[in-house]
């Protein structure tokens, strides 16, 4: 690991943990297809004209059909279904349930990303934060068959970004990040646009959803996408997923302080595990000798 790493890691969990706030006030006055549709044109947008900015927008004709199949698996899938998860869980819980993302590559990675090896100690490292996400997570006896289709929706969101970040590691050794980005998003908002539109709300939403929309779609999409990338690149997708392990405690902090939504022992409990599971999965914490790898 070089010195950007930890900085990359933490931008990239404070923005993404705050998207677990933005949707939730969000959701508020939009369904959650048209609020995605939304964070994905505008971010769309903003991204092609960075590309413009840098002479790059040619970089769209010749990048391949994959590139926009990406958005699929990135975007258009786990976006709907954590922002429709919200509607039953509290942003906490659905941070939490969406940093089982490593554990997912880790399963993934040796069968489909070549140079991608799981050994014992990265594995303990990965079932130890997965252990921390289900103290978290714990039991939700007053959640109801609501509570759980939440959870099982976000749960899907999940495993839906292990295979994006598996595909995209893939994909970001022939074609540059931005334009990686922007080529998903130009898919995700293709796929995505029956049903956005026809979920379009009826009358005008407050200012706060409104603002909460924009904030989800130049913070926690546009800029974030570019950090990811450039994580991506760097570190692989068995490193680079981590940053799931560390959205929850931000989105945790920030539900708590803006919605009042309530933290207790446990998830302080579990948080330290998570942030231990990060510490030995990420390899810096090694044992002496040769760690076997996981065959």
Same mark, same amino acid.
């Given at each position: 690991?070089?010195?950007?790493?930890v900085?990359l890691?933490?931008?990239?969990a404070?923005l993404?943990?705050?998207s677990?706030?933005?949707?939730?006030?969000?959701i508020?006055?939009?369904?959650?297809?048209?609020?995605?549709l939304?964070?994905?044109v505008?971010?769309?947008?903003?991204?092609a004209?960075?590309?413009?900015?840098?002479?790059?927008?040619?970089?769209l004709?010749?990048?391949?059909?994959?590139a926009?199949?990406l958005?699929?698996?990135n975007a258009?899938?786990?976006?709907?279904l954590?922002a429709?998860? *919200?509607k039953?869980?509290?942003?906490g819980?659905?941070?939490?349930?969406?940093?089982?993302?490593?554990?997912?590559v880790?399963m993934?990675?040796?069968?489909f990303?070549?140079? *991608?090896r799981?050994?014992?100690?990265?594995?303990?490292?990965?079932?130890?934060?997965?252990g921390?996400?289900?103290?978290?997570?714990?039991?939700?006896?007053?959640?109801?068959w609501w509570?759980?289709?939440g959870?099982?929706a976000?749960?899907v969101?999940?495993?839906?970004?292990a295979v994006?970040?598996?595909?995209?590691?893939?994909?970001?050794a022939r074609?540059?990040?931005?334009?990686?980005a922007t080529?998903?998003?130009?898919?995700?908002?293709?796929?995505?646009?029956p049903?956005g539109?026809?979920?379009?709300?009826?009358?005008l939403?407050?200012?706060?959803?409104?603002a909460?929309?924009?904030?989800?779609?130049?913070?926690?999409?546009?800029l974030?996408?570019?950090?990811?990338f450039?994580l991506?690149?760097?570190?692989g997708?068995?490193?680079?997923?981590?940053?799931s392990y560390?959205i929850?405690?931000?989105?945790?902090?920030?539900?708590?302080?803006?919605l009042h939504?309530?933290l207790g022992?446990a998830k302080?409990g579990?948080?330290?595990?998570?942030?231990?599971?990060?510490?030995v999965?990420?390899?810096?914490?090694r044992l002496?000798?040769r760690?076997a *790898?996981?065959?």
């Amino acid at each position: 690991m070089t010195r950007a790493y930890v900085p990359l890691l933490l931008a990239l969990a404070g923005l993404w943990g705050a998207s677990y706030l933005f949707i939730k006030v969000g959701i508020r006055a939009f369904e959650p297809a048209s609020m995605m549709l939304i964070r994905i044109v505008v971010a769309a947008a903003m991204l092609a004209g960075f590309l413009a900015l840098r002479g790059d927008l040619g970089a769209l004709r010749r990048a391949p059909l994959g590139a926009y199949a990406l958005g699929i698996f990135n975007a258009a899938v786990p976006f709907t279904l954590i922002a429709w998860g *919200e509607k039953h869980v509290d942003t906490g819980t659905a941070a939490v349930v969406n940093s089982g993302v490593p554990l997912f590559v880790a399963m993934l990675a040796p069968r489909f990303a070549a140079g *991608e090896r799981v050994t014992w100690l990265r594995l303990a490292g990965l079932l130890l934060g997965f252990g921390g996400v289900a103290w978290i997570v714990g039991f939700h006896p007053g959640g109801g068959w609501w509570f759980l289709a939440g959870t099982a929706a976000i749960l899907v969101a999940t495993l839906s970004y292990a295979v994006g970040s598996l595909y995209g590691q893939r994909l970001v050794a022939r074609v540059s990040g931005p334009v990686l980005a922007t080529t998903a998003y130009l898919g995700a908002a293709v796929v995505l646009a029956p049903l956005g539109i026809a979920q379009a709300p009826h009358e005008l939403p407050g200012w706060k959803p409104v603002a909460a929309v924009l904030a989800l779609t130049l913070l926690g999409t546009a800029l974030a996408q570019l950090l990811w990338f450039r994580l991506l690149a760097r570190y692989g997708s068995s490193r680079s997923t981590l940053v799931s392990y560390l959205i929850p405690a931000f989105a945790l902090v920030y539900g708590t302080v803006f919605l009042h939504e309530h933290l207790g022992i446990a998830k302080l409990g579990g948080f330290a595990l998570i942030l231990l599971g990060v510490v030995v999965a990420s390899g810096a914490v090694r044992l002496p000798g040769r760690v076997a *790898e996981v065959r």
